[in-house]
C-alpha cells in the first residue's frame, strides 16, 4: 500500500512538472533517439501536429519590407547550383542577429510578400524572404524565393533565371527568360521567424527514454533468447567465468579495449605486407569488427545471465518456489536488473544534477559490467575453456541438485547445521 | 510478447524510415523559339527515364535525390544552347545500400519534341528507360556504367541522326527499334554483360553498325526486309548463321542485293555469344 503511495506521489509530481518546459536537460542519446522521434511521430499524430509541418509553414503574415543593405553578401547572378545558393543564403541568414541585413550584388532583397505591377520594370536581381513574388510587370534580374511562391502572370516577365527554395513556380501564362528551379523543401529560416527549439516536457522526456531503454532492454532480450537457443553451452561458460573470476575478467576486458585498436592495425599491417593477404583484408576487417561485437555484446549478455543465475538461486535458497530456474529466466533476471539503472535515468534523467548522477551512474555500471564480461569472453576464448570458470569438477556432477543442496558425490541431500552450502560465487 | 514484438517492430521501421532523406528538385526552361538543343544528362545513382516533353518547354527535370550524397545539376548556357542536368556526387557519393526500396532516387527528364537534339548520356549506377521516339534525335553518345538501360526508338526519328554511339561498360543494354532511329552510324562498344540490338522499325534510310563486344552475350533482333550483311571478327564467340549465306568474310541475306534498305553489321567479338533472331 505504501509503495502504491509512493507511486501516486511520483506520477503527481511528474504531472505537475509536466507541463513546464525544462531548461536544465540532458541530450537524449544516439541509442534512444530514433524511438524516441517515434514516440514525438505519433504523439503528433495524436494531437494533430509535428514540429516539422509547423517549421514549413509559410509565413503570410510579414509585413512586406525592404531588407537593408549590409551583413553578408550573396551573388544571385549564377543560379545554377541551387544548393550552393542555398547554402550561401542559409549563413547569411544565420549570420544576421537582430536586424536582418543582407547584400545583393545588382539587385535587392525583400521579405514578405512582393508584388510587381504590370507597368513597372524592376532592374536586378530579387530576393524575396517568407512571401511569395507575384509578377505581372518586367523584372530584369534573376529571382530567389526562400519559403514562397513565384507566380508569373500572364504579361509578366522574369529575364532571368528563377529559384524557390521551399516553394513553388506558377506560370500562368507569363515569360521566364531563364531556367526555374524548384527545391520544394528548404532548411532555410529567416532569423525573425525562426522558431526557439521546443523544450521538452518532462512527459515527452520521460517518454523518449523510456521508449529508448525499452527498446534496448528488447532488443538485448531477443538477442540472448537467441544465444541461449543456439549457444547455451557457450553462454553458460562464459557466465560462470564472470561469477568465478569476476576481477580477473575485468583486468582482461579493460586490457581488451586498449589492444583492440592495436591488435586491429597489427592484423591490417600484416596482412598488407603479407601481399597475398590484401585479397583478405576486407573479409578479416568485416570478422574482426563481428568478433568485437560478439565479445562485448555476448560477454554484456553472459554477465546478466550470471547476474540472474545468482539471484534467482539465492532465492532458491531461501525457499522461494521458483518456476523455471534456467537460462532464459536467468537472462530475463539479469536484463531487468542491468537495465534497472537505465529506467531509473528514463524516469528521472529530467532532474537538474540528480538526473546527470543517475546517467553517470546507469553508463558507469554498464562500462564495468560490460568489460568484464567483454574480459569473461576473452578468457574463455567465446565460452570453449572452462579453465576460470571454476569448473573443476566432472560436468555430470554439476546438476541443479549438485550445485545447490547436495554435497559432492551422492551423499543424501539435506542440510546439516553449520555447514556451508556450496555457493558458486555468490 | 506480441506487444514486445510489436514496439521492437515500430522501432526498427521508425530506423528505416530514417535512414535516407529524399528531396524533390524540379527545373525547366520555356522554349523561346529555340530550333536545337545540346543535351547533356549526368546521372550518378538511382533511376532515370527519360522522354518527350511538351514542346512549349525546352526541357524539364524532376529529381527526387538523396541530399547527403548527391546535388542537382542543371545549368542552360545561353551561347551554345546547351544545358546540363542530372545528378552529381556531393564529396563522397556512392550508392547507400539501405534497402531495395530506399534506393529510390528518381529523375525523369523530359526534353522537347521541337527542337533538333544533340543528346549526350552519362550514367552510373543506373536502372535507366530512355525513350526516344518522336523526338528529333540529331546525335546520340550514350555511355553507361554498372547499369540496366533500356533505349527505344517507338517512333520515327523526327530527322535524320548522322551517329549514336555507346558504350556500355558492365551493363545490361537493350536498344529497341533500331530501325526508327535513322541513325546512318551506330556503334556499338560493351565491355561485359548482355546487350540486346533491336533493329526493329520503319527503316527509311539504311544504316551502318559496327559493334564491339569484349565478353558477353549480344542478341541481333534482324528484320528479314532489309538487306542485311554481317562482317564478323571473332576471337572466342559462337556464332549461328542460320538464314545468312556467306560470301568471302562476311555473312549476307539473300535479298543484300536487291533490297534498297541495307544494314551493315560490323561485329568484333572476343568470348561470347552471338544470337540472331529473326524479325518477321
Redo the contacts between chains.
Keep these: 500500500m505504501s509503495a502504491y503511495k509512493r507511486l501516486l506521489g511520483i506520477l503527481a509530481l511528474l504531472t505537475l512538472a509536466g507541463g513546464h518546459p525544462l531548461r536544465a536537460e540532458i541530450p537524449v542519446d544516439g541509442i534512444t533517439s ?2 524516441a ?2 514516440v514525438d ?1 505519433m504523439l503528433g499524430l495524436i494531437t494533430g501536429f509535428t514540429q516539422p509541418e509547423r517549421r514549413h509553414q509559410p509565413q503570410s503574415q510579414v509585413r512586406p519590407q525592404e531588407i537593408a543593405t549590409g551583413g553578408t553578401t550573396v551573388d544571385l547572378s549564377n543560379l ?5 545558393i542555398e547554402d550561401r543564403l542559409g549563413s547569411a541568414l544565420n549570420q544576421s542577429s537582430g536586424q536582418l541585413r543582407i547584400t545583393i550584388p545588382g539587385g535587392g532583397a525583400r521579405r514578405g510578400d512582393f508584388s510587381l505591377g504590370s507597368s513597372e520594370t524592376r532592374s536586378g536581381h530579387l530576393l524575396v524572404l517568407d512571401g511569395t513574388a507575384d509578377i505581372y510587370g518586367h523584372l530584369t534580374g534573376n529571382l530567389v524565393t526562400i519559403r514562397g511562391d513565384v507566380v508569373v502572370h500572364p504579361g509578366g516577365v522574369v529575364g532571368g533565371d528563377v529559384l524557390t527554395l521551399g516553394g513553388r513556380v506558377r ?1 500562368e501564362g507569363g ?11 528548404t532548411t532555410l529560416l529567416s532569423p525573425a521567424t525562426r522558431p526557439e527549439p521546443a523544450p521538452l516536457s518532462a512527459w515527452q522526456s520521460v517518454l523518449r527514454r523510456t ?1 529508448g531503454v ?2 534496448v532492454f ?2 538485448l ?2 538477442l540472448g533468447f537467441g544465444l541461449v537457443m543456439f549457444g547455451r553451452q557457450n553462454l553458460e561458460i562464459v557466465s560462470d567465468t564472470v561469477s568465478h573470476s569476476f576481477g580477473r575478467a575485468f583486468v582482461t576486458g579493460l586490457l581488451g579495449q586498449i589492444l583492440l585498436l592495436p591488435t586491429f592495425g597489427m592484423l591490417v599491417v600484416g596482412l598488407i605486407l603479407s601481399v597475398a593477404g590484401i585479397l583478405l583484408l576486407p573479409f578479416a576487417i568485416a570478422v574482426f569488427a563481428l568478433l568485437v561485437v560478439i565479445g562485448v555484446v555476448g560477454g554484456y549478455l553472459a554477465v546478466a545471465h550470471a547476474m540472474g543465475e545468482t539471484y534467482t538461486r539465492r532465492r532458491m535458497a531461501m525457499g522461494t518456489l521458483v518456476g523455471s530456474p534456467n537460462s532464459y529466466r536467468y537472462l530475463l533476471v539479469g536484463l531487468v536488473a542491468l537495465s534497472s539503472l537505465w529506467v531509473a535515468w528514463a524516469l528521472f534523467g529530467w532532474v537538474p544534477i540528480a538526473g546527470s548522477i543517475v546517467w553517470g551512474a546507469a553508463f558507469f555500471a554498464s562500462w564495468l559490467l560490460g568489460t568484464a564480461g567483454f574480459g569473461a569472453a576473452l578468457l574463455s576464448r567465446a565460452g570453449i575453456k572452462e579453465n576460470f570458470a571454476g569448473r573443476l569438477l566432472p560436468p555430470e556432477a554439476l546438476t541443479d541438485e549438485y550445485l545447490w543442496a547436495t554435497p559432492q558425490f551422492g551423499v543424501p541431500a539435506g542440510r546439516k547445521p553449520g555447514t556451508r552450502t556450496p555457493s558458486r560465487g555468490l | 510478447m506480441r506487444r514486445s514484438i510489436a514496439v521492437l517492430g515500430m522501432m526498427l521501421w521508425a530506423g528505416l524510415v530514417q535512414a535516407q532523406t529524399m528531396r524533390p528538385f524540379e527545373t525547366f526552361r520555356q522554349n523561346h523559339g529555340e530550333t536545337r538543343l545540346g543535351a547533356r544528362v549526368e546521372y550518378a545513382a538511382g533511376n532515370l527515364r527519360l522522354l518527350p516533353g511538351q514542346a512549349d518547354e525546352l526541357y524539364r527535370m524532376e529529381l527526387s535525390y538523396d541530399e547527403d550524397r548527391y546535388v542537382p545539376v542543371s545549368d542552360f548556357n545561353n551561347q551554345t544552347g546547351a544545358v546540363l542536368l542530372g545528378l552529381k556526387p556531393a564529396g563522397q557519393g556512392g550508392v547507400r545500400v539501405v534497402s531495395r526500396s530506399q534506393l529510390s532516387q528518381q529523375a525523369t527528364v523530359a526534353l522537347s519534341p521541337a527542337v533538333d537534339l544533340s543528346l549526350d548520356l552519362t550514367l552510373g549506377a543506373v536502372n535507366a528507360d530512355v525513350e526516344l521516339g518522336g523526338l528529333r534525335v540529331n546525335n546520340l553518345h550514350l555511355r553507361t556504367g554498372a547499369s540496366r538501360t533500356i533505349l527505344r526508338f517507338s517512333q520515327p526519328n523526327a530527322v535524320r541522326c548522322e551517329l549514336a554511339a555507346i558504350s556500355a561498360g558492365a551493363a545490361e543494354v537493350s536498344l529497341m527499334g533500331l530501325g526508327n532511329s535513322r541513325c546512318d552510324e551506330v556503334e556499338f562498344e560493351g565491355g561485359m554483360g548482355r546487350v540486346l540490338l533491336d533493329f526493329a522499325g520503319q527503316w527509311t534510310s539504311s544504316s551502318r553498325v559496327e559493334v564491339k563486344m569484349a565478353m558477353g552475350e549480344l542478341t541481333l533482333r534482324l528484320p528479314r526486309r532489309i538487306g542485311l550483311r554481317i562482317t564478323m571478327d571473332r576471337f572466342l564467340s559462337s556464332f549461328e548463321a542460320a538464314g545468312l549465306i556467306r560470301r568471302d568474310n562476311a555473312f549476307q541475306s539473300p535479298n543484300y542485293q536487291s533490297s534498297t534498305r541495307h544494314l551493315d553489321l560490323d561485329l568484333t567479338t572476343a568470348m561470347g555469344g552471338v544470337n540472331v533472331e529473326w524479325l518477321d
Design positions: 530514433r524511438a522521434d517515434l511521430h545554377s547550383q541551387p544548393t550552393l506560370d515569360e521566364i527568360g531563364g531556367e526555374v528551379r524548384t527545391l520544394r523543401s521508449a525499452l527498446g528488447l532488443a532480450t531477443l
